[in-house]
């Protein structure tokens, strides 16, 4: 979707038609068309889309996303690189409850919204409730802090870390290292791999990644190491948790907002997590540009329609 730049010169303002073209998984070109110092009206604004839609090169082609899909993600693109503030200029200022309350209802943590609000905006713990459901809310506070400002390598240390800020202070066994023993996936017919397979499966998790960095969509690289992080299973507790987190350190250090994995969505989650263990990533990254689109943008009538809601913001 093109969009309409003014750029200060001097005295005067001057208007530009643009629209960012994702050329490769890595490289954006933004293509401009001169429209003078004052924007044209309707009809004659349309000449000047034609000829920028002349001079868009052909954009790169995602392997799992539709090409629909795709054009309105780098909408999202772009309009997260004119907040020069992000994250904090264009995340909602509730994302932090609203993401810990869903991670954590996600793995059965049976706090309400309203009492994680009650934990991190004022530091109240509510009565009747568990320490540990508690320390979990707060846990997720120092998890995202530290995802949100970590500018190193994807690699054993970072996952390690995350998973210990989630856990830490909880009954948790192992916390900031690999599991030692056999673990199950409830509700799931996915077998982990044995422990002793674990650093070896995540030492090649690793390197792949730092090649499909240079062959996937931001949006399909932060889905497809999300699916194989949740394959291998590599802690005793925290999984789940720790790979929202990686998916959306993803996201931002490639310009996108961070993702909400709420828990109304639990099922088709699942869903599509189950047909990643089977070969299948698209329905994954489809699942996750839905929650970027949704979140973040105002849906169609149709897309409301189907989705049973008016818009999400």
Known sequence: MAFIEKQRHGKHDYFYLVKSVRLSPTKVSKVRVFLGRKVPGHDELQKYFSELERKAPKPYEAKWLSQEAEDRLEDLHSAVVAFKGFPEGMVPSDFLVRFTYNTNAIEGNPLTLRQTALILSEG????????????????????????????????????????????????????????????????????????????????????????????????????????????????????????????????????????????????????????????????FASFLSQQLLEQYTILKPEEQAENGHDKRA
């Open 124 to 283: 109240i713990a509510p009565q009747g409730v568990k320490t540990n459901d508690v320390i979990e809310v707060l846990n997720g506070k120092d998890a995202w802090e530290f995802v949100k400002s970590y500018k190193g390598q994807v690699n054993k240390e970072f996952a390690c870390k995350i998973q210990f800020e989630i856990t830490k202070n909880t009954t948790c066994r192992i916390q900031g290292d690999y599991r030692d023993s056999e673990v199950g996936i409830g509700g799931s017919d996915w077998k982990p791999p044995a422990a002793k397979d674990v650093p070896r499966l995540m030492g090649e998790l690793f390197k792949e990644y730092q090649k499909n960095k240079r062959a996937l969509h931001p949006v399909e690289l932060a889905s497809w190491l999300h699916n194989g992080f949740v394959q291998i299973h590599p802690f005793t507790d925290g999984n789940g948790r720790t790979s929202r987190l990686l998916m959306n350190w993803i996201l931002m250090r490639n310009r996108f907002p961070p993702a909400i994995i709420e828990t109304r969505n639990k099922e088709q989650y699942y869903n599509a997590i189950e047909e990643a263990d089977k070969g299948n990533q698209k329905p």
